[in-house]
């Protein structure tokens, strides 16, 4: 399998150089030449463990790794997970919430995370080289990359994080992994700060090349390919379960990363009649699957934080969907919207691919009467972002079994759900993180000071 640019102007690339590259170097998303049909096999896909079927579907992407190495990183990232499902479905009323939190750090980025940070080990030794993730998080991907990265072979950490800004939880998460190669950075400014230092860096070449400087973020084609998995796993699994022929998933999104994934799987075979995007306030892509128009706006600061986003870094790959593999036009579409701030695509609203995803939002008033009354009616508590995918899931369902995605477990975010139900969650991994031993450089928002340790802890 060859990967090629959304911008077409990229020579196409091994699996290897597709995930250690991120970003193609013409400026596009890498999204696979072809799309694997897994429609013939569906029967034996449902009965395999999540490894296993991890295993079964990254081998139709990863063709440049031998089977029994990739089983071996597949099998060691899903290990680190504490439910034996991996990622189980749970009857909650009249749907399903799919639990992705039972990862490391208790939210759906570790499902990718794992995984990808395995094959990053794997890949650098096999090529000799080395590389140092510079990153910068407001709170749930920061803390997924160092618990993939630490202890990892070949790489090095530097995660900053806005200092005081990230919730207690969060902070705790990522400062308390003491491994020597991970760098936790608390800047004294704000999460806009870290991004534009971040930046700086890699935009200085020079830089960049000596300290083999590389990024974790969304847009690395590996972390969009782990999470179609889930779909194939929890949809064939529901869907056995009720004797239904087709299902319909319901995800909480501001990146377009988990969604996109549940769209590949369509285009897969698995039978899934629709899928149902939720956003809060920043709904950029809400508006957009119901009017055509992709407009960024201001973004709001909401009780589901992972998707206080305005613009969809995911987006591009979904866009060469709807312009039919035209990378002249992508590209076109892209310029204008990096010019204007938008893109009017309302030509395209018949579009089979925009007819599959049904959008709405949900505000916090919503969220948070959504919490509460699944908690008083089945006794169950959604975390705010879950609790976003329920409010709109229900709202736009056909009569199909839906299944709703849970990104995090609800003690991650203890105010909301304190507000909502009266109680303060709890998970054991967080209530042993109380007191203990933390490690952090705090500097300035400066990208010289950031330059310069980054230097001397590499030299
Ligand atoms: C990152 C995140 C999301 C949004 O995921 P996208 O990749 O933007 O679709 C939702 N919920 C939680 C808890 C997250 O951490």
Same mark, same amino acid.
């Given at each position: 399998?060859?990967?090629?640019?959304?911008?077409?102007?990229?020579?196409?690339?091994?699996?290897?150089?597709? #995930?250690?590259?991120?970003?193609?170097?013409?400026? #596009?998303?890498?999204?696979?030449?072809?799309?694997?049909?897994?429609?013939?096999?569906?029967?034996?896909?449902?009965?395999?463990?999540?490894?296993?079927?991890?295993?079964? %579907?990254?081998?139709?992407?990863i063709?440049?790794?031998?089977?029994?190495?990739?089983?071996?990183?597949?099998?060691?990232?899903?290990?680190?997970?504490?439910d034996?499902?991996?990622?189980?479905?749970? +009857?909650? =009323?009249?749907?399903?919430? !799919?639990?992705?939190?039972?990862?490391?750090?208790?939210?759906?980025?570790?499902?990718?995370?794992?995984?990808?940070?395995?094959? &990053?080990?794997?890949?650098?030794?096999?090529?000799?080289?080395?590389? $140092?993730?510079?990153?910068?998080?407001?709170?749930?991907?920061?803390?997924?990359?160092?618990?993939?990265?630490?202890?990892?072979?070949?790489?090095? %950490?530097?995660?900053?994080h806005?200092?005081?800004?990230?919730?207690?939880?969060?902070?705790?998460?990522?400062?308390?992994?003491?491994?020597?190669?991970?760098? $936790?950075?608390?800047? *004294? =400014?704000? &999460?806009?700060?870290?991004?534009?230092?971040?930046?700086?860096?890699?935009?200085?070449?020079?830089?960049?090349t000596?300290?083999?400087?590389?990024a974790?973020?969304?847009?690395?084609?590996?972390?969009?390919?782990?999470?179609?998995?889930?779909?194939?796993?929890?949809? !064939? @699994?529901v869907?056995?379960?009720?004797?239904?022929?087709?299902?319909?998933?319901?995800?909480?999104?501001?990146?377009?990363? $988990?969604?996109?994934? =549940?769209?590949?799987?369509?285009?897969?075979?698995?039978?899934?009649?629709?899928?149902?995007?939720?956003? $809060?306030?920043? *709904?950029?892509?809400?508006?957009?699957?119901?009017?055509?128009?992709?407009e960024?706006?201001?973004?709001?600061?909401?009780i589901?934080?992972?998707?206080?986003?305005?613009?969809?870094?995911?987006?591009?790959?979904?866009?060469?969907?709807?312009?039919?593999?035209?990378?002249? +036009?992508?590209s076109?579409?892209m310029?204008?919207?990096?010019?204007?701030?938008q893109?009017?695509?309302?030509?395209?609203?018949e579009?089979?691919?925009? @007819?599959?995803?049904?959008?709405?939002?949900? *505000?916090?008033?919503?969220?948070?009467?959504?919490i509460?009354?699944?908690?008083?009616?089945?006794?169950?508590?959604?975390?705010?972002?879950?609790?976003?995918?329920v409010?709109?899931?229900?709202?736009?369902?056909?009569?199909?079994?839906?299944?709703?995605?849970?990104?995090?477990?609800?003690?991650?975010?203890?105010?909301?759900?304190?507000?909502?139900?009266?109680?303060?969650?709890?998970?054991?991994?967080?209530?042993?993180?109380?007191?203990?031993?933390?490690?952090?450089?705090?500097?300035?928002?400066?990208?010289?000071?950031?330059r310069? &340790?980054?230097?001397?802890?590499?030299?």
């Open positions: 399998m060859k990967y090629i640019s959304t911008r077409g102007q990229t020579e196409a690339m091994s699996f290897t150089d597709a #995930g250690l590259t991120g970003l193609a170097p013409d400026g #596009g998303l890498l999204v696979p030449a072809s799309l694997p049909d897994l429609s013939g096999d569906l029967d034996h896909l449902s009965s395999l463990s999540y490894a296993d079927l991890a295993f079964e %579907i990254f081998s139709r992407f063709t440049d790794i031998p089977a029994e190495d990739l089983r071996g990183l597949v099998n060691r990232a899903y290990a680190t997970f504490r034996p499902e991996v990622a189980p479905s749970v +009857k909650v =009323g009249n749907f399903y919430v !799919l639990e992705l939190f039972h990862g490391p750090t208790l939210a759906f980025k570790d499902m990718a995370m794992q995984f990808l940070a395995q094959f &990053f080990e794997y890949a650098l030794e096999k090529r000799g080289q080395s590389l $140092n993730i510079l990153g910068s998080t407001s709170g749930d991907t920061g803390s997924a990359a160092i618990h993939g990265i630490r202890g990892k072979a070949g790489i090095n %950490i530097f995660m900053m806005p200092e005081g800004k990230t919730s207690p939880v969060q902070e705790l998460q990522m400062t308390s992994v003491l491994d020597e190669n991970v760098y $936790n950075l608390a800047i *004294d =400014g704000t &999460f806009d700060d870290c991004q534009r230092i971040m930046k700086t860096l890699f935009a200085d070449v020079p830089f960049k000596e300290m083999k400087l590389g974790v973020n969304s847009v690395n084609w590996v972390r969009v390919m782990a999470q179609i998995v889930y779909y194939f796993y929890a949809g !064939l @699994k869907r056995k379960a009720c004797g239904s022929e087709n299902i319909q998933f319901s995800v909480p999104t501001g990146n377009f990363g $988990n969604i996109l994934a =549940g769209y590949y799987a369509s285009q897969m075979g698995l039978p899934v009649s629709q899928l149902i995007l939720a956003t $809060n306030e920043n *709904d950029i892509l809400a508006r957009f699957f119901q009017s055509g128009k992709y960024s706006g201001k973004v709001a600061h909401t589901s934080p992972s998707m206080d986003i305005q613009v969809a870094s995911n987006f591009e790959r979904f866009l060469y969907v709807l312009m039919d593999h035209d990378a002249a +036009k992508v076109e579409v310029k204008t919207f990096a010019e204007q701030g893109v009017d695509l309302s030509g395209r609203l579009h089979d691919a925009m @007819k599959m995803i049904l959008a709405d939002r949900a *505000d916090t008033h919503q969220t948070s009467s959504t509460r009354r699944v908690n008083s009616e089945y006794g169950y508590v959604l975390d705010p972002h879950t609790a976003v995918g409010a709109v899931g229900e709202q736009l369902r056909n009569e199909d079994p839906l299944i709703c995605l849970s990104t995090a477990h609800p003690a991650k975010f203890v105010d909301a759900i304190v507000d909502a139900v009266g109680e303060v969650p709890h998970h054991p991994v967080l209530d042993a993180l109380e007191g203990a031993e933390t490690e952090c450089e705090r500097l300035p928002a400066d990208v010289e000071a950031v310069r &340790f980054v230097k001397a802890a590499l030299a």
